[in-house]
């Protein structure tokens, strides 16, 4: 799989890839000047389309890593309004541990999760849902009022597309998953799905042999209080 030289490539028969970012611009971060906080490298994180076949039917995944609301905006004018199908999933991972600043602008500047201005770019971007899909978040359980990320209020904008911009129903909450809990405790497990002709099926949830915690709880989508 090389990414340097290619934007589309195959793993194995019926497994591809599409990259569709960083650009050369993205990835070129510039050296901070001495006594400057560093530059987000966030801008450097590869989104990729995944196609899965699977007798006859594709599975599409979308990851999109820890990228930033500018990528995203860029991706809707340079990619969804050509091409959309190429931002298609129906399984999405959202960006940046489900994060605010990857769908919108904070406007306070901090981590608490207060609402904030969503980028309807990056919306249409993210919102190429196929039939009833899933969005991942790599992060602990979703509360109203913790640290972020995760985020509450973005992980309402992942409702509101899985939702088909109609009502959020016990069904459309079930299909946005946590991989450090789902329920009323915050225990990690694996998200699992069949990939099928028609598509990913959500499979039981399985519980990790060992999973190390550090910090609190960090390494499960604890997102370095990026909010």
């Not at 340079?78 to 406007?107: E, F, Q, T, Y």
């Not at 079930?174 to 694996?190: K, Q, V």
Request: contains cysteine; proline residues 6%; hydrophobic residues 35%.
């Amino acid at each position: 799989m090389d990414t340097s030289r290619f934007t589309t490539g195959a793993i194995a028969t019926d497994f591809e890839w599409r990259l569709l970012a960083p650009t050369p611009a993205e990835w070129d971060i510039p050296k901070t000047a001495e006594g400057c906080p560093p530059a987000s490298s966030n801008p450097t994180s590869l989104v990729i389309q995944w196609t899965i076949r699977r007798f006859g039917g594709e599975n599409l995944i979308l990851t999109c890593g820890d990228t930033s609301v500018e990528v995203l905006e860029r991706l809707e004018k340079d990619v969804h309004r050509k091409n959309p199908d190429h931002l298609a999933w129906h399984v999405l991972v959202a960006p940046h541990h489900c994060s605010r600043r990857s769908i919108g602008r904070v406007l306070n500047g901090g981590c608490k999760d207060e609402e904030f201005t969503e980028s309807a770019e990056a919306l249409k971007a993210l919102g190429e849902q196929r039939g009833n899909g899933y969005v991942v978040s790599s992060s602990r359980r979703v509360v109203r009022g913790g640290d972020t990320p995760p985020s509450w209020h973005a992980k309402r904008r992942y409702l509101r597309i899985l939702a088909n911009a109609g009502e959020v129903t016990g069904s459309v909450e079930g299909r946005f998953r946590c991989t450090g809990g789902n329920g009323a405790s915050d225990l990690p497990a694996h998200v699992v799905f069949n990939l099928t002709s028609g598509g990913p099926t959500l499979a039981p949830a399985k519980v990790p042999a060992a999973v190390g915690l550090g910090g609190g709880g960090a390494a499960v989508g604890g997102g370095g209080s990026y909010g």
